[in-house]
């Protein structure tokens, strides 16, 4: 059993009604422990962890910290010869990562069709077209539901690119919705900051992306009008051609879905 979030939510949600574990809140933060510590002991524990999270929401910080995985992925795609790379960091070698670095940021048209925002990265392949490349270095799990998800698609079908997601994690449910309409997936299973070292441009850098992008870009012209609907967020499983592949979606009241180091397509 894959013990994603939505599950632990759930069993987190039961043993709070039944009194085993109690919730506090510091720095507009829910912190959970066991309803039987002392409140010394916890406050104690609070008074390491709550710094270094407030910390972490620190503007400057989240901006270095969105760019170390774009660096970490742009510098991969540098190096495959199989498709070219638009979107740029233009003075990487000119100063530390402390000081945010310059992005070039790929164009929003192609051959008369123009997306709203941009694409992280926009790749072209003499067979599949263009890609359209977003680099999510989040910490939460990216479910199905996620305006992250919604905006990527909203941007890959305006110019006709196969949507490519890399985030820290993603649930099953969101490799298994999207796979067959052409959307391909990474997950990076750590978040990376400032200070990029070798070892994780290392796992970023996967060098079977160029023979995933034309069996994705068969799925993704395939399912092209659901894939619209999902932007608009009016889809259901059977607007897919390929209807066998999804056979239970488990949702919410409100519809939210709830359900390698590698790429997966």
């Not at 059993?1 to 506090?24: N, Q, W």
């Not at 391909?184 to 994780?200: G, M």
Request: net charge positive; charged share 25%.
């Amino acid at each position: 059993m894959r013990i994603d979030p939505h599950v632990l939510t759930s069993t987190r949600a039961a043993l709070m009604r039944e009194g085993v574990i109690a919730e506090t809140r510091h720095s507009g933060a829910p912190w959970y422990h066991l309803a039987s510590k002392p409140m010394t002991e916890v406050e104690q524990r609070l008074a390491t962890l709550v710094p270094i999270h407030r910390a972490m929401q620190n503007r400057p910080f989240l901006m270095r910290m969105g760019q170390a995985l774009e660096i970490s992925v742009y510098r991969a795609l540098k190096e495959q010869s199989a498709f070219h790379t638009f979107g740029a960091f233009l003075d990487l070698d000119s100063h530390d990562d402390s000081t945010l670095y310059q992005k070039e940021e790929p164009p929003s048209s192609a051959s008369g069709r123009t997306m709203v925002g941009r694409a992280d990265f926009v790749l072209v392949t003499k067979e599949s077209g263009l890609a359209a490349v977003e680099v999510k270095n989040l910490r939460e799990w990216l479910y199905p539901d996620r305006s992250e998800i919604r905006e990527l698609l909203a941007k890959a079908v305006a110019v006709n690119a196969v949507p490519v997601l890399i985030a820290r994690r993603m649930p099953y449910v969101t490799f298994r919705l999207f796979n067959p309409c052409g959307v391909i997936v990474h997950q990076t299973y750590n978040q990376r900051f400032a200070q990029a070292d070798h070892e994780l441009a290392e796992k970023a850098r996967h060098k079977n992306l160029p023979q995933l992008l034309p069996e994705a870009r068969e799925r993704f012209d395939e399912n092209c009008s659901a894939t619209i609907k999902v932007v608009s967020r009016v889809a259901s499983p059977a607007m897919f051609p390929s209807g066998k592949w999804l056979p239970h979606l488990i949702c919410s009241p409100t519809g939210s879905f709830l359900g390698g180091s590698r790429w997966d397509a």
